[in-house]
Every structure is written in C-alpha cells, then in structure tokens.
C-alpha cells in the first residue's frame, strides 16, 4: 500500500482531495490508475494500492509514446472525473495570490498576459469535447508493470480537453515538435493540423499557468526543494514558445472549426 498524507497548504494551490478520491477511484475503475483502499475526509490522506512497476524517466516517455497514448485514451473514456481544470482560469488565481502576497515572481512574468489573452480567445472559439483528464503528466506519474502504462497521482485531475493532457505532457517531458506530433497522431490515430496546434498551445500556456505553482511553492512549502528553479525553468520555456515566431500562425490553427464543421459552412 502506499499512504500520502497532504498537508493543508495545498489547498492555496487549488487541490481539491475529494475530487481527487473520486478521480482516483475512476481511474482505477478504467483500468489506468492504482486501486484506491481507503480514504480519510478532511485530513488529507489516501491509501492506494501499489503497483509493481518501473517508474518513467522523460526520456522513457519519449521512447513509448504510442504505449502511453492507449493509456490516455482508456482514461479519457473511462468514467467522468469531478471537477474541470481551465488553465487560463487557474493561472488568474495563481496569479491573484502571487500578487496578494507579494511573492517573488519571475522577470518579465506579466509581460506575457495579452499573449495569454489572445491564446485564451482562440482555445475558446471551437474547443474539444472535454474528457476525465489527469493533467499532470510529468514522466514520474507514469508506471510501466511490463504489460500497460499505468498512471498515478490525481491531485490535479478534472474534465478537460484531450489536446491539454498531450500538451502538458510534451511541455512537463520536454518533448520535442516532432515527438509532440507523433503523439498526437498516435492519441488521435491520423494527422490533424488544428489538433496540433491546439496541444502546441497548450504547451506553452500550461507551462506559462504551472510557473505560478512553483511561485506559491517557493513561498509556502517547507520541503526542501528547489521550487524556484522549477518556476524559472517552465516561464523560460514558456517565454520562449509564446514569443515564438510561428506562434500567432499556431493561434489560428488551433482556433480554426474542426473538419466537420468546416463542411456545414
């Protein structure tokens, strides 16, 4: 079994523990995430089974796109997660309690905000049937047993669009344009311009979202870790793709009527 026990503070970072026990017992049920055992209400602790596998490093993640592609598509058909994560959403209010609290914040942060608005205006204009998505997909939630790519750990879980979770995949294992384009083709099973472009957005915009989790971290956590590294690294990625030169033509890719809508115009 293993036993987590979350400390209070990470309700400032938007972590809601009964959603995550209800998305974790889904996961389980779809056959991607670790059986839950028990879980405590309103102290922060969940039992799940565990499972013997080998943990991913990015570079594994790179190497079995199309294992962990069948993994996606089995979570994001299971059933419904409680709660939806909209990253533009999450990252105001990242931002509001940065700005509340006078927290140290990445140079050059909030010069990047009408770039945001303008992805936000596209991602809205025809977006995806929303899907139970984990949403934090770093190359350690990814266990491999041998046989299937199991997922753990839905802190951050909720509806959300299927080209969010391949973007904050690519953006948290550093995939390169082409892996992220081979794992598209391989989660929608076809090339798909405006399907790329809007995972291609959402890799720079959760990257730009997630820089404020560091930020709140630096400031609250009592673990000794580097969170501003990490919060400096994701706004430089981020920065780097938003200001792009291609990035405006990747906006209106992603914000073009899907084929069938096309069609009826």
Known sequence: MVVRVSPPSTELLAVDRVSEHHNSVAAAQAGVGAPVIDYLPGRGVLVVGFLIARTYSEADVAANVPRISASLRRLHAGPPFAGR?????????????????????????????PIAERAEAAMTAYPEALVPCHNDLLAANFLDDGHEVRIIDYEYSGMNEPAFELGNLAQESGLSDGELAEL??????????????????????????????????????????DFWGWAVDKYETAATLMTASGFDETLAAAAAPPSHERSRS
């Open 85 to 113: 994560l909209n990253m533009f959403e999450l990252q105001r209010r990242y931002r509001a309690l940065a700005r509340d609290r006078g927290m140290r914040m990445p140079s050059g942060y909030d010069l990047l905000a």
């Open 184 to 225: 598209v083709i391989a989660y929608y099973g076809a090339p798909d311009d405006r399907l790329l472009a809007r995972a291609r957005t959402w890799r720079a915009i959760s990257g730009y979202g997630w820089t404020l989790w560091g930020v709140i971290q630096h400031a609250i956590s009592g673990i000794d870790a």
